[in-house]
């Protein structure tokens, strides 16, 4: 018996279309370059200022333990590295969840660390800045402000995240290189660690050492 549903015309169902991923820029956007310079500028002065201050601390009487020192060392060095390599991933058009979780975090630590300075039971936080005296830790966390806040401003521009919606980079592969001769490449290498092991024997000649006399010339007036 025929059936209406084996005897109906078929449908072709359309495939749903992606959508086209936008165009890469052909130059980095200036806040893309700004914001990764700040990263780096960050990291190094972070890494400046943990040795600085391991300096000082480890030349005093009153030493921490090893177990507080390393896991110090460990943290900033880590912070260095999130801090790095958010920049890095931005300005490759990786992604800039990084950045603006790793600028977050330093907002929450520079407002945590404000608060504990100014409500402290010993008073108000004060720390020797060079020329410039000691200086309370809350001004010094409002003005540490200004470094994630900036980031989060340029991770945040129109220009960064279209660069972050072009996708990565392409990578672009090297051409092979042609295998050379190995019998040249050996008889050089032969002849360099000829010369080389000539040298280390032979070596220079050696001036002529002039020896000291003993005797003596009287002469008579």
Same mark, same amino acid.
């Given at each position: 018996?025929?059936s209406t549903v084996l005897d109906a015309?078929?449908v072709?169902v359309?495939r749903?279309?992606?959508?086209?991923?936008?165009?890469r820029?052909?130059?980095t +956007?200036l806040?893309v370059v700004?914001? $990764?310079?700040?990263a780096?500028v960050?990291s190094?002065?972070?890494? #400046?200022l943990g040795?600085t201050?391991?300096?000082?601390? =480890?030349g005093t &009487?009153?030493?921490?333990?090893g177990?507080l020192v $390393?896991?110090?060392?460990?943290? =900033?060095?880590g912070?260095?590295?999130?801090?790095a390599?958010?920049?890095?991933?931005? *300005?490759d058009g990786?992604?800039?969840?990084l950045?603006v979780s790793?600028a977050?975090?330093?907002?929450?630590?520079l407002?945590v660390?404000?608060?504990?300075?100014a409500?402290?039971?010993?008073g108000?936080?004060l720390v020797? &800045?060079?020329?410039?005296g000691? =200086? +309370?830790?809350p001004?010094l966390?409002?003005? #540490?402000?200004a470094v994630?806040?900036?980031?989060?401003? *340029?991770s945040?521009?129109?220009?960064?995240?279209?660069?972050v919606a072009a996708g990565p980079?392409p990578r672009?592969?090297r051409p092979?290189?042609?295998?050379?001769r190995?019998?040249?490449r050996?008889?050089?290498?032969?002849v360099?660690?000829?010369?080389?092991?000539s040298?280390?024997?032979l070596?220079s000649?050696?001036? #002529?050492?002039?020896?000291p006399?003993? #005797?003596? &010339?009287?002469?008579?007036p």
């Amino acid at each position: 018996m025929p059936s209406t549903v084996l005897d109906a015309p078929r449908v072709a169902v359309p495939r749903p279309v992606r959508p086209a991923a936008p165009a890469r820029p052909r130059t980095t +956007p200036l806040p893309v370059v700004a914001l $990764a310079g700040i990263a780096v500028v960050e990291s190094l002065g972070l890494l #400046a200022l943990g040795l600085t201050s391991l300096d000082g601390v =480890l030349g005093t &009487v009153v030493r921490p333990s090893g177990g507080l020192v $390393a896991t110090t060392l460990v943290l =900033l060095a880590g912070w260095v590295v999130l801090c790095a390599g958010g920049g890095a991933s931005l *300005l490759d058009g990786a992604g800039r969840t990084l950045v603006v979780s790793v600028a977050c975090g330093e907002i929450s630590l520079l407002v945590v660390l404000g608060l504990a300075a100014a409500l402290g039971a010993d008073g108000m936080w004060l720390v020797a &800045v060079g020329p410039l005296g000691a =200086l +309370p830790v809350p001004a010094l966390a409002l003005l #540490a402000l200004a470094v994630p806040f900036s980031k989060l401003l *340029l991770s945040g521009t129109p220009s960064a995240l279209a660069w972050v919606a072009a996708g990565p980079r392409p990578r672009t592969r090297r051409p092979a290189v042609a295998p050379g001769r190995p019998v040249l490449r050996g008889a050089t290498l032969a002849v360099i660690g000829l010369a080389l092991t000539s040298v280390t024997l032979l070596g220079s000649p050696a001036d #002529a050492a002039t020896v000291p006399t003993t #005797a003596a &010339v009287d002469s008579a007036p």
